[in-house]
């Protein structure tokens, strides 16, 4: 287990990484010892520091929920990480690529919750779909723009988890739909890069049902004593593999009857 003095000091470097539009060296080669609660303690006091220094939480992400995902970076198990207020970004958005850095899009759907949702640790029984579903105020197309302030090559989900599960930014667009009146396991995408469809997908990809990540991170939320709030927005997971982006890229993803998404890098 890391020290406190350890923990401030790795999310500091991360917090220097992001201002800076670098990348620090693998968390895991310089700390062989970290745990992934190590990890998400980081990710806390980055979150922490972020809050501190007048950044406003509105959400949460989920990440490495689909097989395509897993076989992508090599890990096996979901991890999740903060959105603030300033990575929310409506369709049509022109986005600085050098805001980031290794620049890579994903298609996900994001649920926008109507009540507060509170995990197993905290109600005593695990969470479901159902309750997923009952909580959601409506569901809307979303992109992520990942972005990584630890280097790339030999991650771990314990880099991963540090880094704030690669969160860079999110755009939303589209129709968005009341939970019930969609069956969200079929929802499909088509993922463009300047005209050309680079990548395709259909959300059943995320653990059956895009609805079981959230129930998913409202379980691992409540054990840390934590819940989901109302009116926060919660990405779900990404149904396709990430695509890299490059300056002057135009982003267009194709949600069919749930309207489209679009982004371009300068």
């Avoid at 990480?81 to 994903?106: K, Y």
């Avoid at 991650?155 to 969160?167: E, P, Y």
């Amino acid at each position: 287990m890391l020290t406190e003095t350890q923990i401030g000091q790795i999310a500091e470097e991360l917090a220097d990484a992001e201002r800076d539009r670098t990348m620090v060296p693998l968390l895991t080669a310089r700390h062989p010892e970290m745990t992934v609660e190590d990890s998400y303690a980081v990710q806390n006091e980055w979150r922490r520091r972020g809050i501190a220094a007048g950044r406003r939480p509105t959400g949460r992400k989920i990440g490495l929920t689909s097989k395509v995902m897993q076989a992508a970076t090599g890990i096996t198990e979901p991890d999740y990480g903060t959105i603030f207020a300033d990575m929310v970004h409506e369709t049509g958005a022109v986005l600085q690529h050098g805001a980031f850095t290794g620049v890579r899009v994903e298609v996900e759907l994001a649920f926008v919750l109507g009540r507060d949702l509170a995990g197993a640790g905290l109600t005593g029984r695990e969470t479901t779909i159902f309750d997923v579903l009952d909580a959601t105020d409506y569901v809307v197309p979303a992109v992520e723009i990942l972005s990584s302030r630890i280097e790339m090559e030999g991650r771990t989900i314990v880099d991963t988890i540090s880094d704030n599960a690669a969160m860079g930014a999110m755009v939303h667009g589209g129709r968005p739909v009341r939970p019930h009146d969609v069956d969200l396991r079929w929802v499909s995408a088509l993922l463009y890069r300047n005209e050309t469809i680079e990548e395709s997908g259909v959300a059943a990809a995320v653990l059956g049902h895009p609805a079981r990540g959230v129930a998913w991170l409202a379980d691992r939320l409540a054990g840390h004593g934590d819940r989901l709030e109302a009116g926060e927005i919660i990405l779900a997971g990404s149904f396709t593999r990430p695509m890299w982006v490059h300056p002057g890229d135009t982003v267009h993803c194709d949600y069919g009857d749930l309207g489209a998404v679009t982004c371009r890098f300068i």
